[in-house]
């Protein structure tokens, strides 16, 4: 069958999609998006999120015709013209990578987080917040301090942006956490 | 395979009559696993996400009427005050991702006895309502699971919503697992206190659910009865002290009763009855605390 969804921003058609097929696989296999990793294929890591209809979602679990007529983000929609966008900046500075694996779900996940506290005018997520919200992620290299350290850089910043933007900067405060 | 997408009820009605085989997918937290692992191959999906009227929230009567494709998500968002056990229940699913997109929906659909969803539904007295072309009926949610993942829904039908009464008195449900997130539960337990009695008027005061402890999701019906005996006889109720541990003991030991479990590789039948009788006492104790001091608050 055919597919058509807007991903990042774009329209697209995929042919020939099997009935059964996943989303993740109409994404990596047939559009050329890589970014979303193919692990578990059953929910369990989290190493597919995209944003589906702006819900994070695991791209294995979405047969490809349910995303039809739809808005798919992936990881590799987040950047935008002005470069990374903080939370993947954030995993470079703070050392959030090893094996890179987790990193493209992680990273679409704790753009969520920041999108519905700070994004959203709310105060910086708490430790429980972002433990909560990356719950459903798994790293097998392990790497969670710095992660958790990367979604706390990120969440600082943008907040500090915030602060400057509305005219009470602070100095400083962005680099809180790293 | 083919890929059949209602835009409304009536198709969706239509098409499974027409498609008896087809395996309706809403979130597709089950479905696609079974897909992806070649365990299952359909000859057709049929895609709920389409139909408007199956993500709907209204009221029937004195019930909720949840539509069959709410995710739990919005359970979590929208409902935590009309139903708090329900609530608690989402919140124990899989993890947010997992969350945005399954379903109660596709929890009765899966028959599961370790769905998270069908304690608070036997807690609740719930009502699962199953559409076909030849009509709409409502299944006590009790009288709603055959056995491991069988219902009585019958070929033609779809899950079209459940309806539930709101809380009119504490709810809890707890759950064990080997962490807090992405986890089938081993064993869990739903309890909820209806003090004046329930919004249909059928059912006692105390209302339990057990699940992943039996080839389906079971009612402690017995400890349903003795602590609404004692709470009546004793006049709990009225005097809002605390529980005599004779009693919590006892609705623990009626609960971990009930259940009918297994040994498998989630543990063992024995440490099922063990958590279960533990699970019925801290729920209780969590329950009885908050009806207290709501009823404090109210004098």
């Known amino acids: 069958m055919r597919v ?13 999609v099997w009935e059964g097929e996943s989303l993740l696989f109409v994404l990596r296999e047939r559009l050329g998006l890589p970014g979303s990793k193919n692990a578990c294929e059953q929910g369990e890591c989290g190493s597919c999120t995209v944003y589906l ?21 992936t990881v590799e929609g987040l950047a935008g013209a002005a470069g990374l966008d903080a939370v993947q900046q954030a995993f470079m500075d703070a050392g959030a990578v090893q094996c890179g694996f987790c990193t493209p779900g992680l990273i679409v996940q704790a753009h969520y987080l920041l999108r519905e506290t700070v994004d959203a005018g709310g105060p910086v997520p708490d430790d429980g917040e972002i433990r909560e919200v990356l719950a459903g992620n798994l790293c097998r290299c392990t790497g969670y301090e710095k992660i958790l350290d990367a979604v706390r850089l990120a969440a600082a910043r943008k907040a500090a942006a915030a602060a400057a933007a509305a005219g009470q900067a602070e100095p400083g405060q962005a680099e809180v956490g790293r | 395979m083919d890929f059949l997408r209602p835009a409304t009820l009536q198709q969706a009605l239509e098409a499974k009559a027409e498609r008896p085989a087809a395996v309706p997918i809403a979130g597709g937290t089950d479905v696609m696993v079974e897909i992806n692992f070649d365990t299952r191959r359909p000859d057709a999906l049929l895609d709920l996400n389409q139909v408007a009227e199956l993500a709907e929230i209204g009221s029937d009567g004195g ?5 069959a494709c709410v ?3 919005r359970i979590i968002g929208e409902l935590g005050r009309e139903l708090p056990g329900l609530a608690l229940a989402s919140r124990t699913v899989g993890s947010p991702q997992i969350r945005n997109r399954g379903t109660v929906g596709g929890n009765l659909g899966a028959a599961s006895p370790a769905g998270d969803a069908h304690p608070v539904l036997l807690a609740c007295d719930a009502l699962v309502e199953a559409a076909s ?21 019958a070929p033609d039908e779809l899950i079209t919503a459940f309806r539930i009464g709101p809380a009119m008195g504490p709810q809890q449900f707890a759950k064990i697992g080997t962490r807090n997130a992405m986890v089938i539960a081993v064993c869990s337990f739903a309890l909820s206190l209806w003090p004046q009695g329930r919004p249909a008027g059928t059912g006692g005061t105390i209302g339990t659910g057990i699940g992943s402890a039996g080839p ?17 006889s004793a006049g709990l ?24 479990p297994i040994d498998d590789v989630r543990g063992t039948a024995a440490y099922r009855r063990h958590a279960l009788s533990v699970l019925a006492r801290r729920t209780l104790g969590w329950t009885w605390d908050s009806y207290r001091k709501g009823a404090r608050q109210c004098a």
């Not at chain 1, 209809?53 to 983000?73: E, H, I, N, W």
């Not at chain 2, 400890?223 to 009546?232: G, K, R, S, V, W």
């Open chain 2, 71 to 73: 995710s739990y998500a």
């Open chain 1, 4 to 16: 058509s969804m807007r991903v990042n921003g774009r329209r697209v058609t995929a042919e020939d």
């Open chain 2, 133 to 153: 072309v030849r009509g709409t009926r409502l299944i006590p949610a009790a009288g709603f699971y055959q056995g491991p993942k069988r219902s009585v829904l």
């Open chain 2, 216 to 232: 389906v999701p079971l009612r402690a019906t017995d400890a349903e009865e003795f602590l609404a005996a004692e709470l009546a």
């Open chain 1, 53 to 73: 209809d702006d819900s994070p979602v695991c791209a294995c679990l979405v047969a490809a015709g349910q995303a039809g007529g739809r808005d798919v983000v």
């Open chain 2, 237 to 260: 109720w009225e005097s809002g002290v605390a529980l005599p541990s004779t009693v919590t003991h006892t609705f623990g030991e009626l609960v971990a009763g009930a259940a009918r």
């Open chain 2, 63 to 67: 019930l909720l009427r949840v539509g």
